[in-house]
């Protein structure tokens, strides 16, 4: 996928009269057009970047939303670092992209190359693991939160196979509740990274594998060393996809536990929530969410940077 | 061609631009748009500009209410806003500050109104608690709560709930047990019931982790006092205390009895139990009854939460909820006589029939007879009082309430961490105290 759109500049340099008509083309473009692109531009500058701008300046200092903002300097990041609450989300987070990222991305693909081929009712299963994907966030935390009930279908399963020791109030004990959202929400994105894989597959040259069974390759290596190179492409977006989903996490973790119990399952992004809205710390609040912003960027731009450089 | 081509698009254009400023118009404010009326006039210009509510309502019973009370208001035209109060809350300081804030909002008495006032956000409405204004005869505890440290009042109260332990009346006959007097007995009955195989007390701390301070805000009202308890809540004692020790003392010994299921519920979802009859009792408002299916209102009673030390002033929960306006209000006479509509007796008459729950009127001139008994009742509990406190939200923060849920649920879930817990919870509140 990359590889044809960083090809696309190269070839396009083929015939002499390209530039000639770019300028032309560029001169054409009627005013109404512009109008058509500067308007959402604007709406987006004004409604998107300013505010977000403003939650630098605001993470510098001391607001409750009444008068004027009070500056503090440095305090809210000195704070975060005294603050016991900020360690947990950030271990949880942490916990959050490696689990939910890894598994979904593992058995996203595994679904993904196991449905791959034509085979009878394959349709009906790539429906329905990709069915959880169109409902919201927070409907299928109300959802799992039903399920996870004391006396729920969780627990009663468990006791119907004789694992009753094992039952236990999933979403109230602070050692699982974080754990029994991360199931909520890799059930949840399982289908949509199979999607996205299995277009990935779609684009693979079949002969090459063929190929490499006729060299007496095994099934995994043929995967590996045939297959898996053939989707950097989808990679590059699976991996910008997840990271930036795990990060932004927030509805499905605030609908099954907001974040507790005793602040267990709390994440930067629902514990910036807290702060902001709840508490009406707003500086404080902005402050976690530049972390967050940082965070997101630093890891998207070392990725893409790395995978740039290797192609 | 290209013209007519042109014309249609320029249309389109314009369309969307005229659609763009009118969103861009409508997230800037919603007050009312007479810019030259009230700004500098004062009230005696009977400026009559529209009005608007903004309320926090939002469930279907008590937004239909509020509507029927402000069709019957026959001053200036007025709109209600209706926002989620989780909405609400956060946007408060937005809508006040902001240029054009809306005339009359609905939200709590206590800590939080005050805290507005100060900044001199909130609308003086002195006079209505003067000579014949609509809140002249409402109670002390009311005049006090609405009144800001210099002596204003800015607050119009119009309705309340109390706290109680409910139970069914039915089951209590059919287990052959009667309401507790003293706290010993309170105790000896929940044993009782635990033997039986019935849950004593049912409490959803789930989603609902602040349902945990309704025992903490009751045991050091009856431990320590409501003096303590206020001054406590606003940062003049240490949760990490010898008094505030006492109290989890007391509910630890709690813990046992409590449905270790509603951990996992929320305030609503506990009510089951208790309509199930697998649970006997449940420490709760009684705006819980809008929770309870209609059959069984009729069965639910209440007592209340049982005397520790006598010597201590009487002191129960009334959340009070009501009104204020924005001081930069355009329309400020139209502001108050909305409100004195909104508090006069026959408003809070038909605001609390049809509101569901089981809501007080403020004023001593509703007519109270045609009330169920369980409210009559209420009224009684509360009029016994010597002191109303709010909840530990209303009497001092949304911020300190967080870290009260962290400290209560890992209480009750740790209750041989106390020292630990209690250490934490006072770390948390020096920085909301700072903060």
């Keep these: ?311 | 061609m290209s013209t007519t081509d042109l014309s249609r698009r320029r249309f389109l254009a314009g369309s969307a631009a005229i659609g763009l400023s009118g969103a861009l118009g409508g997230c800037v404010g919603s007050g009312g748009s007479n810019d030259g009326g009230g700004g500098g006039g004062g009230e005696s210009a009977g400026s009559s500009g529209p009005l608007t509510l903004q309320s926090s309502a939002a469930d279907p019973q008590p937004k239909a209410a509020l509507k029927a009370v402000v069709d019957t208001f026959d001053g200036p035209e007025t709109t209600i806003n209706t926002v989620a109060v989780e909405n609400f809350r956060a946007q408060l300081p937005t809508y006040l500050t902001s240029e054009n804030p809306p005339d009359v909002l609905t939200w709590y008495a206590g800590s939080v109104a005050r805290d507005y006032a100060s900044e001199g956000l909130l609308l003086d409405v002195s006079e209505l608690w003067e000579g014949d204004g609509a809140c002249a005869g409402f109670s002390d505890a009311l005049r006090e709560l609405s009144t800001t440290e210099d002596g204003t009042q800015i607050f119009v109260p119009t309705h309340y709930y109390w706290w109680g332990v409910f139970h069914r009346r039915s089951a209590f006959d059919q287990w052959g047990i009667q309401a507790p007097e003293t706290w010993d007995d309170f105790l000896a009955l929940c044993e009782t019931l635990l033997g039986q195989g019935i849950t004593p007390l049912t409490m959803g701390t789930g989603s609902t982790p602040w349902m945990s301070s309704g025992w903490f805000d009751y045991l050091n009202l009856r431990i320590n006092g409501p003096e303590f308890h206020l001054a406590l809540l606003s940062g003049e004692h240490s949760f990490d205390s010898a008094e505030v020790r006492a109290v989890m003392d007391e509910y630890a010994k709690l813990i046992p009895f409590i449905d270790p299921n509603g951990r996992s519920y929320s305030w609503q979802e506990a009510v089951t139990p208790l309509v199930q009859n697998k649970a006997a009792m449940y420490l709760v408002g009684a705006f819980f009854t809008e929770s309870v299916p209609s059959d069984v209102v009729d069965d639910i009673d209440f007592f209340r939460v049982p005397i520790i030390d006598d010597s201590l002033p009487l002191a129960e929960e009334a959340p009070t909820d009501g009104y204020f306006a924005a001081s930069r209000t355009d329309n400020p006479a139209g502001a108050k006589e909305l409100m004195s509509h909104l508090a006069a007796p026959e408003s809070q008459e038909v605001y609390v029939a049809k509101a569901g729950g089981a809501f007080l009127p403020t004023s001593t001139d509703v007519d109270t007879s045609g009330f169920s008994p369980m409210i009559q009742k209420g009224i009684t509990l509360l009029e016994e009082s010597d002191q109303l406190t709010q909840f530990f939200n209303r009497d001092s923060s949304d911020e300190l309430q967080t870290t009260a849920d962290t400290a209560l649920t890992r209480f009750l879930d740790q209750p041989d961490q106390v020292d630990d817990i209690l250490a934490q919870w006072q770390q948390a509140a020096e920085q909301v105290f700072q903060g």
């Excluded at chain 1, 959802?143 to 119907?160: C, D, K, M």
């Design chain 1, 1 to 311: 996928m990359s590889s044809t759109q960083v090809a696309t500049p190269e070839t396009s340099s083929h015939d002499g009269r390209q530039p000639v008509r770019a300028g032309r083309r560029w001169r054409r473009v009627p005013p109404l057009v512009w109008v058509f692109l500067l308007v959402p531009l604007a709406v987006e500058l004004a409604w998107v970047f300013w505010p977000a701008l403003n939650s630098f300046s605001l993470s510098l200092t001391k607001w409750n939303g009444v008068g004027a903002a009070e500056p503090v300097g440095l305090d809210n990041y000195r704070r975060m670092f005294d603050d016991p609450i900020v360690r947990t989300a950030v271990t949880n987070t942490v916990i959050w992209i490696v689990v939910f990222g890894g598994l979904s991305v593992l058995i996203g693909l595994g679904l993904a190359v196991a449905l791959n081929r034509p085979r009878r009712g394959v349709g009906l299963y790539r429906s329905a693991i990709y069915l959880p994907m169109v409902f919201a966030l927070a409907v299928t935390g109300l959802f799992w939160r039903v399920l996870y009930q004391p006396g729920g279908t969780v627990n009663s399963a468990l006791e119907n196979i004789g694992l009753d020791g094992v039952a236990r109030q999933w979403l109230a004990d602070p050692d699982t509740a974080l754990y029994a959202v991360l199931v909520a929400a890799i059930w949840r994105q399982v289908g949509y990274i199979m999607v996205l894989y299995l277009a990935g597959l779609k684009g693979c040259d079949p002969s090459l594998e063929e190929a490499a069974a006729v060299d007496g390759a095994s099934a995994w290596q043929r995967f590996r060393y045939v297959v898996f190179p053939q989707l950097r492409g989808v990679n590059t977006v699976v991996f910008a996809i997840t990271v930036i989903d795990s990060l932004r996490t927030f509805d499905i973790v605030w609908a099954m536990t907001r974040g507790g119990p005793y602040n267990s399952s709390q994440l930067l992004s629902t514990y910036m929530f807290e702060q902001g809205f709840t508490a009406l710390n707003l500086g404080y609040s902005s402050a976690l969410a530049v972390v967050i912003f940082v965070l997101a960027i630093g890891f998207i731009i070392t990725y893409l940077v790395r995978a740039t450089r290797e192609d």
